[in-house]
């Protein structure tokens, strides 16, 4: 198997799939009720968007310690954004299979996340 060359954040399939989540979030908020537009359906919004926004910004300070400490924001994010999303869900802003949906993508990317800073933990060693 040929390994991938990356050669910006926008190679990484975890950036990638942040930035889908985020579209998805984004396009999935919009049937929230308008009065929630300031409150949940911003910081719902606001954590997605930090998930591959931290990714980025922590794969350009070229230092391991640091991309780890962004990695870890953007873990911190996706937290907040499926505590925000079980919210939604007791609100009946969500049905039960969004939530089951969002809760798989959820997961697959905070798995990611905590294997990405690992690997980046070895290969400071």
């Known amino acids: 198997m040929e390994k991938k060359v990356i050669k910006s954040y ?3 399939e ?3 799939k942040g930035i889908l989540l985020s579209m998805e979030i984004y396009s999935l908020t919009s049937t929230f009720p308008l009065n929630e537009q300031y409150g ?3 910081q719902i919004r606001r954590a997605t968007t930090s998930i591959p926004a931290n990714i980025a ?3 350009g300070r070229e230092s391991g310690k640091n991309y780890i400490q962004f990695l870890k924001i953007s873990r911190g994010s996706l ?3 499926d505590t925000f999303l079980t919210i939604a ?3 009946k802003y969500l049905t039960k299979e969004q939530r089951n949906h969002l809760n798989d993508k959820t997961e697959e990317l905070s798995k990611m996340i905590n294997s990405l800073i690992k690997k980046i933990n070895q290969n400071l060693k």
């Open 10 to 12: 926008k190679d990484l």
């Open 14 to 16: 975890i950036w990638k």
């Open 40 to 42: 949940l359906t911003s």
């Open 57 to 59: 910004e922590g794969y």
């Open 79 to 81: 937290y907040e954004l």
């Open 89 to 91: 869900l007791g609100l």
